[in-house]
């Protein structure tokens, strides 16, 4: 569904180039979880800059079911990283601007809309508005909108960033409850191996900036269930992190 051959993106700062993306190839199958794991700066939000349509100015190949990026043709759904909240708008109506924006109605929605808000615990702060909400709170509003909105692509940036442990855990649960649902194709930047290894089917590793991607890794231990609580799965963990560290520091 999504294929990206020779992706390169130049920022200029202060009439100089700055190489953020050097030929990057990737691709995901429909329904797949892709888990997009590099150091600080390799360039992973610019990665889901280009693939939500935000960043247009770049050279190589990037399709969506064989076409180009184009939000007003795909729904994609984008959680970044510094959550995208509009102020003016309380929380309720930030978790359905997805819906909003696409003109559909939120009738018929309702019990949905009712179950990840709860399930987000942000039902009962859903008539605050951003500046009244945490860090933690705000990144959740972003998580249900991108939930509400049943994407044909997902893109997450660090999504539970901003989340206690526990919290995290458990959003991250749900996550996983809401795409066996609905298996949308789903491409998620962490810097967290655990988090690759807990959601990802496969894991992305990205070089040190200018970013590509050069490892690939089935992950032998998605959907294996209660991961948390098995030797494999912290194994996996510390088998990834060797890896990357490998790949980081050469
Ligand atoms: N809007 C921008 N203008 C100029 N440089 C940028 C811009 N956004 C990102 N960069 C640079 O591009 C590189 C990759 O950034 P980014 O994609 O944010 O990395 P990551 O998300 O992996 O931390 C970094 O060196 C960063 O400083
Ligand atoms: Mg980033």
Redesign the pocket.
């Known amino acids: 569904m999504l294929e990206i051959k020779g992706l390169t993106v130049k920022?200029k700062?202060e009439g100089k180039e700055?190489l953020?993306l050097h030929h990057l190839d990737m691709k995901l199958e429909e329904g797949d979880i892709c888990a997009v794991i590099?150091p600080?700066?390799?360039?992973?939000?610019?990665l889901l800059h280009v693939l939500s349509g935000i960043l247009s100015d770049y050279s190589g190949l990037v399709t969506i079911d064989g076409g180009p990026v184009d939000p007003k043709q795909k729904r994609i759904g984008f959680v970044p990283q510094n959550y995208g909240l509009l102020e003016w708008a309380n929380a309720y109506d930030n978790a359905l601007l997805g819906l909003d924006i696409k003109h559909e109605s939120r009738l018929g929605q309702g019990p949905y809309i009712e179950y990840i808000l709860k399930q987000l615990g942000l039902w009962d702060i859903r008539s605050k508005y951003p500046s009244q909400l945490s860090g933690g709170q705000k990144q959740r509003i972003a998580i249900a909108r991108s939930f509400i909105l049943k994407p044909h692509l997902l893109l997450m940036d660090e999504p539970f960033s901003a989340l206690d442990a526990i919290t995290r855990e458990e959003i991250q649960d749900l996550f996983l409850e809401v795409w066996k649902e609905n298996k949308v194709s789903t491409v998620f930047v962490t810097h967290s191996m655990e988090e690759a290894v807990y959601i990802g089917r496969k894991i992305a590793v990205m070089s040190p900036?200018p970013?590509r991607i050069v490892k690939v890794l089935e992950n032998p231990l998605f959907g294996a269930g209660n991961l948390r609580l098995r030797d494999e799965y912290y194994r996996f963990v510390m088998e990834l992190r060797k890896m990357a560290k490998e790949e980081w520091s050469n």
């Open positions: 920022y700062v700055c953020a590099g600080s700066g390799c360039g992973k939000s610019t900036s970013g």
